[in-house]
């Protein structure tokens, strides 16, 4: 009898302990909870996430657990924020921290997909690359959340140019919507009936106050030089072989050019080049080139020269078939290997900006006319369109005397 409940007993203990081991590993793998299961943080806000890839971390410091992995266009909540960090929830319930640069909002998302469509129609202006990897923005700023980077060595086109000027110290808009401000409470009155003592009189002047006031009659201080508020940026709208389009600083790209034509910039820029045609000299096979150049940054227009270089199968080498010098020329400039012809869009003394057209003939380039550039060309902003328009001629003196002689003789 005793041995029987001793084994019933012994057999009840393992299992008690059994089932206390499997509980404890429930609990503390979190897959059992013995209180009530834990609430999600309301949202605040919506964002999307601005890089390619980037991986959000259990707390502020980089080198904290990664909690999820999220890519660009992934719609996230807003839940809270730190400094200039954002814990923010995905749509599989990992939340994490992330910089607050590097989210979109609602407004930058539609202008990325709006200009990337759009972009899809320009005309390229020449084929870029970069000997670093190079942040791509959604806007023509430092500012402006950066959601493509561009490989070292990688290809792409270069669609327009844009000088652009930057209030220095300028920020985003917050994501976060603005918080109501705290309702002030009314200040207390003090209704005491004892007068606050009198202001004490002010000092008398100094004996010789007159002749202290003469001292600085002949002296003029110099006028300190406020710091400048704003800075100027050169920036690049390109295209990537997936079709994507963004603002890049223009400093950071470098016009593909080969080498054997771009030794004769004369130290300028080259902001543009395209193949006219090309010309068999033996074996060799060698391109006719149209490039623009610019005298160094922080211009309002695109160019202010171009030129055409053609192989000479006399010398064996690239010579000028065209220059022109001190222009002021914008994108797009237009250029067709098929037939030889290409155009320029120029400014002339007139404020007014026409387009030149040329054509090869075997070894010459001949000017076929001007006519007024397109406004509705891809890649011009509004300002240049409606300084492209064409305006009427105001009436000369010589003009009103005409008209009067014309009235008289009638």
Not at 50 to 62: F, V
Not at 145 to 167: C, N
Not at 256 to 275: C, N
């Amino acid at each position: 009898m005793a041995a029987s409940l001793y084994n019933e007993i012994r057999v009840l203990s393992r299992r008690f302990a059994i089932c206390f081991g499997v509980a404890w590993v429930l609990i503390s793998g979190g897959l059992l909870s013995c209180g009530p299961a834990r609430r999600h943080d309301p949202a605040v806000g919506e964002a999307y996430v601005g890089p390619a890839t980037i991986s959000l971390h259990k707390e502020i410091h980089p080198k904290s657990p990664v909690m999820a992995v999220v890519h660009f266009g992934d719609k996230v909540e807003l839940l809270g924020s730190r400094r200039r960090f954002v814990r923010i929830r995905t749509k599989t319930g990992a939340e994490g921290w992330i910089d607050e640069r590097l989210l979109l909002g609602q407004a930058e998302m539609d202008q990325i997909k709006a200009q990337s469509e759009a972009a899809r129609k320009y005309p390229s202006q020449g084929v870029a690359t970069t000997f670093d990897a190079m942040n791509v923005h959604a806007e023509p700023n430092r500012t402006s959340p950066s959601f493509l980077q561009i490989r070292e060595g990688e290809k792409f086109d270069v669609l327009e140019h844009r000088l652009v000027t930057v209030p220095k110290g300028s920020a985003r808009k917050n994501l976060f919507p603005a918080a109501k401000a705290p309702a002030k409470k009314p200040r207390k009155v003090n209704r005491s009936k004892v007068p606050p003592p009198p202001a004490p009189a002010p000092p008398a002047l100094p004996l010789d106050w007159l002749e202290l006031s003469r001292l600085g009659e002949d002296v003029i201080l110099p006028k300190e030089e406020e710091p400048p508020t704003t800075q100027e940026e050169d920036w690049s709208l390109v295209r990537t072989a997936s079709g994507q389009s963004g603002w890049v600083l223009t400093r950071r790209l470098y016009m593909a050019i080969p080498d054997e034509v771009a030794q004769y910039a004369e130290g300028k820029d080259i902001t543009s080049y395209f193949p006219l045609g090309k010309v068999h000299d033996g074996d060799r096979v060698k391109d006719i080139w149209l490039w623009t150049t610019s005298a160094g940054a922080g211009h309002p227009y695109d160019f202010d020269g171009f030129r055409v270089f053609i192989w000479s199968l006399r010398h064996h080498r690239y010579e000028t078939a065209l220059i022109q010098r001190r222009v002021v020329g914008f994108f797009p400039t237009l250029a067709d290997a098929s037939t030889g012809t290409f155009s320029v869009c120029i400014q002339n003394d007139d404020g007014h900006r026409y387009r030149r057209e040329y054509h090869m003939v075997e070894a010459q380039v001949k000017f076929v006319g001007e006519k007024p550039c397109d406004p509705g060309t891809p890649g011009q902003d509004a300002t240049q369109r409606q300084a492209q328009a064409p305006k009427t001629p105001e009436e000369g003196a010589f003009d009103k005397l005409k008209g009067k002689l014309k009235s008289i003789i009638k």
